[in-house]
């Protein structure tokens, strides 16, 4: 997708297309480190286009992965529900994956970003990784509804090619008047 490492089938972190092409079996549960609660000022810039903001990010360079720094935010261990998901043999011909491995956080069942995608010969081929923290929803009626997946970092770590794609996310959308009411949904359909 527009020159990077992520696919159209990377985009839903779950089962892409259509679920019924795919074997899905349950491995159980593992604890994962995640960066889940991340330092929300760390959001605000991303950086430039060639380095994260410094003050979260230690230098990324040509086959190393720019790495949150301790500002960035506490690292936890999630407990997680992993599950793999494999194209059935009927529909795998020409397929870019053997297999994907998913994890799928217990408190919030958002898949906390990590992903490990495999080559249709087996190998482990890309790495996903999204450091987030739960945003409240502005105006939600005095309750502090979270949206789970607010503002985000996304790295797709391609192990075959030796690069990685980061995708920041801003918080520009968190205006709910704006984007979520009715009027605002009239507005989008004109």
């Known amino acids: 997708m527009f020159g990077s490492d992520y696919l ?36 605000d810039s991303p950086g430039g286009p060639i380095q994260l903001d410094d003050r979260y990010y230690y230098p990324g360079s040509l086959g190393i992965v720019p790495f949150p720094k301790p500002a960035m935010g506490e690292w936890e261990l999630r407990d997680s529900y992993v599950i793999s998901l494999a194209r059935l043999p009927s529909a795998s011909s020409g397929y870019c994956y053997s297999r994907r491995i998913m994890y799928v956080d217990k408190e919030n069942y958002f898949g906390a970003g ?3 995608l495999y080559t249709p010969q087996g190998a482990l081929f890309k790495s996903q990784l999204v450091f987030l923290y739960p945003a409240v929803i502005p105006d939600s009626g005095g309750d502090s509804v979270e949206l789970l997946s607010g503002p985000n970092v996304g790295f797709l770590v391609n192990f075959a090619n030796r690069h990685v ?17 009715p009027d605002a949904l009239m507005k989008v359909v004109r």
Not at 19 to 36: N, R
Not at 166 to 181: E, F, T
């Open 8 to 43: 159209i089938d990377d985009e839903g972190d779950g089962p892409p297309g259509l679920p019924q092409l795919f074997k899905i079996d349950y491995l159980g549960e593992k604890k994962i480190l995640a960066l889940e609660h991340a330092t929300p000022a760390a959001f």
């Open 114 to 116: 990590e992903l490990d």
């Open 165 to 181: 794609t980061v995708s920041p996310v801003s918080g520009g959308y968190m205006d709910i008047h704006r984007y979520a009411s």
